[in-house]
């Protein structure tokens, strides 16, 4: 099969990853062999090709194919796998398994399990013709989307779903997302459906207007003004804010933009500032989520109440994708298509 291989970690300019014909995978048991039809580009492929996480084990392995939202058939059945048949249209997401015995897996916490294994970092993922997944961690995709529109619900869909719903937003309330990427431009969607009015912040104009066709009801430029100061003069600020840019400038803004009493959800790191606890606001740290936080997107993409705006890439294109993604000149996602 076809597949993208990463050998070294290094800057994506230099030629770091490779289309090479590899053999295809088997199944072993308790897996499905997968023919991927898409496979969503994400920053954290970014991150691992250029070497951003070696400190944290990232990649578990060389050489490794990338990626970890990804749509396929199931072409190949592996021993002990119940409920899957040939043919079957599933997801994948960046948990590819977990243990399902530590105190995380006991308490629908699976996503920080102390054994887990993530797709496309610990295991091959998705950049290629085919891939092995664990049939207790595929999720099957509603019919109505193309595979296309459905790999980004695979990683961004299920992060902006796991951060907004740590933002204990009540109908009515008042939402700020900063940083409209892959992740942030489901935020949006997310946050709506919760019921809330949602203000969209970011320096690229292309995502704003990404964010007021999705419905957000207005946009801060940072370039140009304080997100800060924006949101506090209008109410005392809004009741959370959920952070996907990977700045501390940024990050300190929407602390400050949230009201008293309001929440504050990171989905990168970012160093906060001194906290003045007299206004008892909540700092909650998101990442990925559960897998009945995947079934939750599914669902809203099904209802039509979240969508992804995808830009679909051949597979021997990756790394263009990833460098446009770099430079910033993706409208929200790209999505290679083997
Ligand atoms: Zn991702
Ligand atoms: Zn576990």
Same mark, same amino acid.
């Given at each position: ?62 050489? *490794? ?222 990442? *990925? ?50």
């Amino acid at each position: 099969m076809k597949a993208v291989l990463l050998d070294q970690t290094g800057p994506i300019e230099d030629e770091r990853l490779r289309v090479a014909d590899v053999d295809i995978p088997e199944p072993g048991p308790g897996e499905v062999l997968l023919r991927v039809q898409a496979c969503g580009v994400c920053r954290s492929n970014l991150h691992m090709i250029e070497g951003d996480w070696v400190a944290n084990g990232v990649p578990g392995k060389l050489p *490794i194919i990338p990626d970890h939202e990804v749509v396929g058939t199931v072409a190949k059945i592996g021993h002990a796998v119940d409920g899957l048949f040939l043919g079957d249209r599933v997801g994948v997401q960046p948990l590819w398994w977990t243990d399902g015995t530590c105190e995380f897996c006991l308490s629908a916490r699976e996503h920080l399990c102390w054994n887990k294994q993530i797709t496309g970092e610990t295991v091959d993922g998705g950049y290629a013709e085919f891939m092995v997944a664990s049939a207790a961690h595929v999720h099957p995709v509603p019919e109505l989307l193309t595979a296309v529109e459905a790999a980004p619900l695979f990683c961004p869909g299920i992060t902006a779903y796991s951060a907004v719903a740590q933002a204990r937003i009540r109908p009515g309330d008042r939402v700020a997302v900063f940083g409209l990427g892959g992740v942030g431009h489901m935020a949006v969607q997310v946050a709506r459906a919760f019921g809330a009015e949602v203000i969209a912040a970011d320096r690229n104009p292309l995502h704003l207007d990404v964010a007021r066709e999705l419905g957000a009801v207005s946009t801060i430029d940072v370039r140009n003004v304080d997100a800060g100061e924006a949101l506090a003069a209008d109410k005392g600020g809004v009741d959370a804010a959920l952070v996907f840019a990977p700045s501390d400038v940024l990050t300190q803004q929407a602390l400050y933009g949230v009201r008293r009493g309001g929440t504050l959800v990171l989905g990168v790191s970012a160093q906060l500032p001194r906290l003045a606890f007299f206004e008892a606001k909540t700092i909650v740290e998101s990442v *990925i989520g559960n897998r009945a936080d995947m079934r939750r997107v599914l669902k809203l993409a099904e209802m039509g109440l979240v969508r992804s705006v995808a830009e679909p890439y051949p597979l021997d294109r990756a790394v263009d994708a990833l460098r446009a993604l770099k430079r910033g000149e993706l409208r929200s996602r790209a999505v290679l298509t083997p």
